[in-house]
């Protein structure tokens, strides 16, 4: 199976998850404004298996793709105690929004979670080229070297080193790089006049 193909049907199990949740929404809001759930369906009819609890019709079917939720008054004629139609604007609107909304916090939270397991992504800056007689080369840098710090402060952004090449233009700057697996100390001088091949003359 091509790459392609397999991130293709990828979307579906992702696009069953936030239906499922979304309907998730909808039953909670029906629920807390006093409107009567029909039925609680996980995936797409035709149903497989189907059981009563609370005065819920909760059903499994065959197509298992999202879900849906059934509440009284879907027919528009509806209007006994328990359904939508007999609801004010705002509790109708409720309901309305509650799907989307659901879909908003599930966001929020596996923003959170990931955040969590991954922590927030940093960016890393490797020489792709040393030029000859530059600064960089005087200071034994090597393609592949990677920035770690710069005159004892981390290099989290390009205009970090930028900005220090800057302000020791012309002067020893200290600037450790990690090569494999050993970091490396090394002593660097920016060019005062940097020219077409910059203050360093490293390409990342």
Do not use: C
Not at 65 to 82: H, L
Not at 168 to 189: C, I, K, N, P, Y
């Amino acid at each position: 199976m091509s790459e392609g193909l397999l991130n293709g049907l990828l979307i579906i199990p992702v696009l069953a998850v936030l239906i499922l949740v979304h309907e998730i929404g909808h039953f909670v809001a029906a629920r807390s404004v006093g409107v009567t759930v029909e039925e609680f369906g996980i995936g797409i009819p035709p149903r497989l298996k189907g059981w009563r609890r609370n005065g819920v019709l909760w059903s499994i079917n065959w197509i298992p793709f999202g879900g849906f939720v059934r509440v009284k008054g879907e027919d528009a004629n509806d209007t006994d105690p328990g359904s939508m139609n007999a609801k004010g604007p705002l509790q109708r609107a409720f309901f309305l929004v509650a799907g989307s909304t659901m879909n908003f916090l599930l966001a929020i939270v596996l923003m959170i979670v990931i955040l969590g397991i991954l922590g927030v992504p940093r960016q890393s800056f490797y020489i792709g080229e040393v030029l000859p007689n530059s600064p960089a080369a005087a200071a034994g840098w090597q393609v592949n070297d990677r920035i770690v710090s710069v005159a004892g402060t981390a290099v989290e952004r390009d205009r970090d080193l930028k900005s220090r090449s800057k302000e020791f233009a012309g002067q020893e700057m200290s600037v450790v790089v990690r090569r494999g697996d050993e970091l490396v100390d090394t002593l660097v001088v920016p060019r005062e006049n940097p020219g077409d091949q910059g203050a360093l003359g490293i390409r990342f």
